[in-house]
């Protein structure tokens, strides 16, 4: 359903607030068109057509009226999101859209109605002037010309004759923005539901199978949260249709099975509750407020996910803060021992490396470092540095054992204990130093695990503003990622340049349609309904 032509309609569909839920309206950009030969080796050609656009007599733009426009009243419902692959920035979701809108070809359409009455099955021909489930009716009214009204319960319709959709109709024409594929459409169906002055009121449902496209924000994982989002747009010129907002709410993604509610989603992930001011459910539906800017209609269903960081905590975490602490095995060999030291700590580095390896086949390829990559560097840069502090004792405080020493006789080491002969020996005070600093990195490195797991976002934020001031001591070095861990939903949104709650489109004080509406224009849902109906 996605075609080309919807990528450059999505580079003019910039929104921009109006300041208010006013009227319905967008522009044409009015432009002057100058033919002249665009050869690349002629480049006096561009001149004159750079000048010509750029000229002070190009003409304003035109504004067109669209207050003729269709409005098309939108609910969608993400029914499960089956797959987020991270390393691709693809997700896969299932998903219905219901459109409403009216068409004015359709105010007098006549239906035949077959219906269940005490003596049998009848037919009967009218227009359908009222329906159960709008303005508080529980009945469907036919009106059969200048006759008398028929009403029907809704177990009593068998059978309605539709429109001819595809001959002289309107017809919402719109298309998925950053669909990867083709979607698998798995269901659509179109109904007149009934007929006014205005014209014929239209529902029409879709439900879809789609791969979209989204850049992920991994700076944070695995305590990231994700926004994903299916992008949709109008193929037909804002003064032809403009899309309006139904329903806020886009989906609770989990079925109702035998064991209770279970949810949508893939193992991992879990819906984000948390409370923002523009955070109003989990998944919901945002349209973007028409403005002159805009050329097409737009709306978005956006889902809020966070990730279940168990499994990288128990497999990737615990498991490199374990091999880090086994280096201070090597303190257990003689401080000039430098070859059995280096030995295990080389060891464990390499076992390091294949972590890395692993971690890095779970990520997309992207300059930015995630809150695991800077986890496994950090295990690295200890690791290192008890290398590097071996590497000084053995070098600068040891040196080789002469043989005219006391212990010497006759060519034998008469040491305390019998032994074979060192080839060297360190300093007393390289001791004392090599057992104080065992015993400050490896405290320091418990304490620092301790205290994540008990005040994990403290820490964390404490050790993303440590990984800023050095990355600016030295000279920019991006660690990525300058948001902190667990950072709420504001900062989710400021990061991918997301539209800003004054330029959503709010709900309509007027509806065309005639759902249940009260004396607040609000939007009443079936237990409002049932309570004011029990009033």
């Keep these: 359903m996605s075609s080309g032509d919807?990528?450059?309609?999505?580079?003019?569909?910039?929104?921009?607030?109006?300041?208010?839920?006013g009227p319905w309206y967008g522009s044409t950009k009015g432009r002057r068109i100058t033919c002249c030969a665009r050869n690349p080796r002629r480049k006096e050609t561009l001149l004159p057509c750079r000048e010509s656009r750029m000229s002070a007599s190009q003409p304003p733009k035109e504004l067109v009226d669209n207050k003729h426009a269709v409005k098309v009243k939108v609910r969608a419902n993400v029914l499960e999101i089956t797959s987020v692959d991270q390393v691709k920035e693809e997700f896969t979701a299932v998903f219905t859209l219901q459109f409403r809108y009216i068409d004015p070809t359709l105010g007098d359409f006549k239906t035949q109605v077959t219906y269940i009455t005490e003596e049998g099955c009848e037919t009967a021909e009218g227009v359908i002037v009222a329906r159960w489930g709008y303005k508080q009716r529980s009945t469907m009214v036919l009106q059969q010309g200048d006759g008398p009204q028929i009403e029907l319960m809704p177990t009593q319709v068998i059978h309605e004759t539709q429109p001819d959709w595809g001959n002289g109709h309107f017809k919402p024409k719109w298309s998925m923005l950053n669909v990867v594929g083709e979607p698998i459409e798995m269901l659509h169906s179109r109904v007149l539901d009934y007929c006014t002055a205005d014209g014929g009121h239209v529902f029409e449902k879709f439900k879809f199978q789609a791969t979209f496209r989204e850049r992920l924000d991994l700076g944070d994982m695995p305590f990231d949260k994700q926004v994903l989002r299916l992008q949709f747009i109008s193929?037909?010129?804002m003064h032809q249709m403009q899309y309006a907002f139904f329903e806020r709410k886009a989906g609770n993604l989990g079925v109702a099975g035998a064991k209770g509610w279970q949810r949508a989603l893939p193992v991992g992930w879990q819906l984000d509750r948390s409370s923002a001011p523009f955070v109003e459910h989990p998944a919901q539906l945002v349209v973007h407020k028409p403005s002159q800017q805009m050329q097409f209609s737009r709306f978005d269903v956006v889902v809020h996910l966070k990730r279940d960081p168990e499994f990288f905590i128990w497999n990737v975490m615990v498991v490199l803060f374990l091999i880090t602490l086994t280096t201070g095995a090597t303190f257990i060999f003689d401080t000039a021992d430098f070859a059995n030291r280096m030995s295990l700590l080389l060891s464990l580095v390499l076992t390091t490396i294949g972590y890395k390896l692993i971690i890095t086949n779970w990520l997309p390829v992207r300059p930015d470092l995630s809150f695991l990559d800077k986890y496994v560097l950090l295990n690295f840069m200890f690791q290192f540095t008890v290398i590097f502090e071996n590497f000084c004792a053995a070098k600068f405080g040891c040196g080789p054992i002469e043989d005219g020493e006391?212990?010497?006789?006759?060519?034998?080491?008469?040491?305390?204990?019998?032994?074979?002969?060192?080839?060297?020996?360190?300093?007393?005070?390289v001791v004392k130093w090599d057992t104080r600093f065992a015993m400050g990195m490896y405290c320091l490195w418990i304490l620092w695990h301790a205290l994540l797991c008990l005040y994990p976002k403290s820490v964390l934020q404490a050790t993303q503003s440590v990984s800023s001031c050095l990355s600016d001591y030295l000279g920019g070095l991006s660690?990525?990622?300058?948001?902190?861990?667990?950072?709420?939903?504001?900062?989710?949104?400021?990061s991918k340049d997301m539209l800003s709650k004054d330029a959503w489109l709010e709900k309509s004080s007027k509806d065309p349609f005639g759902i249940m509406i009260d004396s607040n224009d609000q939007l009443l849902d079936l237990d409002d309904r049932n309570a004011k109906k029990e009033a």
């Design 235 to 237: 193929e037909l010129h």
């Design 6 to 21: 919807s990528v450059a309609a999505a580079s003019s569909a910039d929104t921009a607030p109006d300041g208010n839920g």
């Design 406 to 429: 006391a212990k010497w006789q006759n060519g034998m080491f008469n040491g305390t204990y019998k032994q074979s002969p060192l080839g060297r020996e360190c300093l007393p005070e």
């Design 479 to 494: 660690f990525a990622g300058e948001q902190l861990p667990g950072r709420d939903w504001e900062q989710v949104y400021e």
